[in-house]
């Protein structure tokens, strides 16, 4: 079966960093995706990898490592808007998104 | 703003009743999904369409169907609602398979 493991729950305080991971077990890879999605509303794109490394995108930067089936999404300098949930989505072999079931993130003053 | 509006934003429906949820896009993308999410559980993929005039079954697509009968327009259908079918559901739109996508605002469904 396909699987996306992503942790439940997280805390962090402003201004800190957070890691974010995504362990997954996909038929077959075309690229990970991660989302933001905030409380009564609709995800919305921050990045995606395909190729093993990292991606950096402001204060935002996304980690892929195929072979462990492995990824991570770290966020810097930590705001309170950044409380949302984060979504962890795999391309499967049939170029359909699977998706795992989000990281609640909640940030403390 | 361009993008993609969902029709109702929410609803009430009896059991066994039927409804149609609207999705329209403005973006030209040929690729358009409906997923359902529900508490604890990833969104799941209920029906896609690649391009106009074609669709596809996703993961979970018993009780519901769909059309593509255009570009902008993709409408989700459930022909006799039932509880298990409450959930939110969120219409979305990629340019291809190989691009993001991007969600309208979801519209929340309760069967009563």
């Known amino acids: 079966g396909q699987n996306i493991d992503q942790p439940t729950e997280m805390t962090a305080t402003e201004g800190a960093i957070v890691q974010i991971n995504c362990t997954y077990q996909?038929?077959?890879?075309?690229?990970l995706f991660w989302y933001q999605q905030h409380a009564g509303e609709a995800p919305t794109f921050l990045s995606y990898?395909?190729l093993d490394g990292l991606e950096e995108k402001g204060r935002f930067s996304s980690f892929l490592s195929r072979s462990k089936g492995y990824s991570y999404l770290l966020l810097k300098e930590l705001q309170m808007k950044d409380s949302a949930s984060y979504l962890c989505a795999v391309r499967d072999s049939n170029y359909q998104l699977i998706w795992g079931a989000g990281t609640k993130l909640i940030i403390k003053p | 703003t361009a993008g993609i509006t969902q029709a109702p934003t929410s609803q009430i429906l009896a059991a066994g009743r039927s409804m149609t949820l609207r999705c329209t896009q403005d973006?030209?993308?040929?690729?358009m999904y409906w997923y359902r999410q529900d508490l604890g559980l990833g969104l799941r993929l209920i029906h896609y369409s690649n391009t106009a005039g074609t669709t596809g079954k996703g993961e979970v697509p018993d009780g519901y169907s769909v059309s593509r009968a255009n570009t902008d327009d993709f409408p989700l259908t459930l022909a006799s609602a039932v509880p298990s079918q409450t959930s939110v559901y969120f219409c979305?739109?990629?340019?291809?398979?190989?691009?993001?996508?991007?969600f309208g605002d979801g519209t929340r469904l309760s069967i009563l």
């Open positions: 990898n395909v």
């Open positions: 979305a739109s990629s340019d291809d398979s190989n691009q993001p996508q991007h």
């Open positions: 996909t038929s077959g890879f075309n690229g």
């Open positions: 973006m030209r993308h040929n690729a």
